[in-house]
């Protein structure tokens, strides 16, 4: 049996413009786009609200943070799940690429263990029986400075929806982590480290580097054509990363830590993604470039929550501000990261997309969600 719904007297946030409209929905597509502020009978009167697509999360450490709230407490994976994909709704993320890393250290005091494949698991269980109230995809995050990337990637497979592996590489003294006085911070205030076993630490990683990234990396750009997956590189800095990166096929630049690294990337024709909480707290956290300055300098094409999943909308809508453009600020969290990711069924409104949708007014110069649907389908 067909199942209809009118959305009716909001402002559509279309791919280029704003416009006051209705939308009909059919069987969770979008099947018409009516203009003009009358509310049909039976329709759902929106009061003027915007209505846009869906948010599509490309790189969230959420899921992470639910099932190790604090350092050392492994929380019931299946709760941890259920109440990250409820967090996400609530926030107006109808798609979500969840972050995993894949490459583990298993000893010494900076060690980190293998998790991904067992979690990865225990999410796609929970899709199967509809358990979930949005779109799930994985995102292994393949660390090459590591001991174990090539064997735990050997673990997935085209079943198992990766839809995008990132480059990782965390080595002290580069990309992310040039000045090492952030990941001492860092480590220390995690890990509980003191100065020597700090000192150690940095020793093992660039040990660890020099004897495994160049494999790491080859096997990386090969398991991520075998998954059928989209391949991003991460905390590029410099013109010659940038080039590798062209090189391996990328087309997606996670959090390049400079403006020459982002301009390459333009150069290249590879997308670039930047935190919402440093476009939010005004600059990075590591002491890189800020995702404002891209933005002024027409540098940035994608925004990810990273750590703050109620810092995507908010970051899309400051976007719509500085560029006065609203559309333009929502298509950085809706249809440039959909097509990045090789989604072509949403992230816009447009006849025959997927209805997932979000519906929220500007209240204090912040959005506040009113609404969220996916397929449809009310979910917050």
């Not at 698991?121 to 995102?139: M, N, Q, T, V, W």
């Not at 020597?196 to 494999?215: M, S």
């Not at 998954?227 to 010659?240: Q, R, Y």
Request: charged share 25%; aromatic share 4%; glycine share 8%.
């Amino acid at each position: 049996m067909t199942q209809e719904m009118i959305l009716a007297n909001a402002t559509l946030v279309l791919p280029q413009e704003t416009l006051s409209g209705s939308l009909t929905l059919k069987d969770g597509v979008i099947a018409e786009i009516t203009p003009g502020a009358a509310v049909p009978a039976g329709a759902i009167d929106c009061g003027g609200d915007y209505l846009a697509p869906g948010l599509v999360e490309l790189h969230t450490d959420n899921l992470e943070r639910h099932i190790e709230p604090r350092p050392g407490v492994d929380w019931p994976h299946a709760a941890a799940i259920l109440a990250h994909d409820a967090e996400l709704a609530s926030c107006g993320i109808t798609t979500v690429f969840d972050a995993m890393r894949v490459g583990s250290i298993p000893r010494g005091k900076g060690r980190y263990t293998k998790y991904a494949r067992e979690l990865s698991r225990e999410l796609l269980a929970l899709r199967e029986r509809d358990a979930l109230k949005i779109s799930h995809f994985l995102h292994l995050r393949a660390e090459v400075c590591s001991e174990t990337l090539a064997e735990e990637l050997a673990e997935f497979g085209p079943e198992d929806r990766v839809g995008l592996v990132s480059l990782m590489d965390h080595t002290p003294g580069q990309r992310q982590f040039r000045d090492i006085s952030k990941l001492e911070q860092y480590v220390k205030s995690k890990r509980g480290m003191s100065d020597q076993e700090f000192v150690d630490h940095v020793a093992h990683l660039k040990a660890l580097r020099d004897q495994y990234g160049d494999h790491h990396e080859a096997v990386t750009v090969s398991e991520a054509a075998r998954f059928g997956a989209v391949l991003a590189s991460h905390d590029d800095t410099t013109t010659e990363q940038v080039a590798v990166s062209a090189e391996h096929g990328i087309r997606l630049a996670e959090f390049p830590t400079t403006v020459e690294a982002a301009e390459a990337c333009r150069a290249h024709d590879i997308k670039v993604m930047m935190g919402a909480p440093n476009l939010i707290r005004g600059g990075s956290h590591s002491g890189n470039v800020a995702a404002a300055e891209l933005a002024d300098l027409d540098l940035l094409d994608i925004v990810s929550s990273d750590y703050v999943p109620a810092a995507l909308l908010l970051a899309a809508v400051k976007l719509g501000g500085m560029w006065d453009d609203m559309a333009r600020g929502m298509a950085t969290v809706t249809r440039t990261p959909a097509l990045a990711a090789g989604l072509t069924d949403r992230g816009e409104i447009a006849p025959g997309k997927r209805a997932d949708l979000i519906q929220f007014r500007m209240t204090e110069g912040a959005p506040a969600l009113r609404a969220v649907w996916a397929r449809g389908a009310r979910v917050s």
